[in-house]
T-cell receptor, first 113, second 112 residues
Framework: ETGVTQSPTHLIKTRGQQVTLRCSSQ?????VSWYQQALGQGPQFIFQ???????GRGNFPPRFSGLQFPNYSSELNVNALELDDSALYLC????????????FGSGTRLTVV | DAKTTQPTSMDCAEGRAANLPCNHS???????VYWYRQIHSQGPQYIIH???NNETNEMASLIITEDRKSSTLILPHATLRDTAVYYC?????????????FGAGTQVVVTP
């Protein structure tokens, strides 16, 4: 097992720009979820993908969008970046209806200036 | 998903058992109790989960009260590497199984 890999680890963007974050799921995991974690807070659910389709979404605006590819890797796209989008973005993968827990990556630290 | 309540922080001496409480008084019958922890600058790490029976694995034990309104995570022999934020989450494994509702968690500091 290779675990969940996220790239890049750190990123600085300017307000109004667009950003794409990437995630490689753990081997055999066909479900991926994305979370946003602001400094000092717990992670907040953004959305989940299963078999390349979104099947759950948290309270985030449409400028947060995602993709899942046939190899189960995933992308998180954020358009029209705002200062409040500065956060740690976490990807988690799992089997569908996992008997255990979810495997998280170490995250991408996004700073919007 | 049921809301959970945890203490903001707690200290524990190295080598002693750490008992982390969690209240989930509105938990429904099909909701599990999950525990994750997050060491500084890393992603959350799954620890354990349970429905109503007590559970034990190589990392910890989970004790759930009979009425399921509260639970305790036990780290039997705390080490310095157990210093982390511990999250207690109540959720189902069906329609919301990808959507973990994290709260603020408990900051656990293990001291020598």
């Amino acid at each position: 097992e290779t675990g969940v890999t996220q790239s890049p680890t750190h990123l600085i963007k300017t307000r109004g720009q667009q950003v794409t974050l990437r995630c490689s799921s753990q081997s055999g995991h066909n479900t991926v979820s994305w979370y946003q974690q602001a400094l000092g807070q717990g992670p907040q659910f953004i959305f989940q993908y299963y078999r390349e389709e979104e099947n759950g979404r948290g309270n985030f605006p449409p400028r947060f969008s995602g993709l899942q590819f046939p190899n189960y890797s995933s992308e998180l796209n954020v358009n029209a970046l705002e200062l409040d989008d500065s956060a740690l973005y976490l990807c988690a993968s799992s089997l569908p209806q996992p008997s255990g827990g979810y495997t998280f990556g170490s995250g991408t630290r996004l700073t919007v200036v | 998903d049921a809301k959970t309540t945890q203490p903001t922080s707690m200290d524990c001496a190295e080598g002693r058992a750490a008992n982390l409480p969690c209240n989930h008084s509105t938990i429904s019958g099909n909701e599990y109790v999950y525990w994750y922890r997050q060491i500084h600058s890393q992603g959350p790490q799954y620890i354990i989960h349970g429905l109503k029976n007590n559970e034990t694995n190589e990392m910890a034990s989970l004790i759930i009260t009979e009425d399921r309104k509260s639970s305790t995570l036990i780290l039997p022999h705390a080490t310095l590497r157990d210093t982390a934020v511990y999250y207690c989450i109540a959720g189902t494994t069906t329609d919301s199984w990808g959507k973990l509702q994290f709260g603020a968690g408990t900051q656990v500091v293990v001291t020598p």
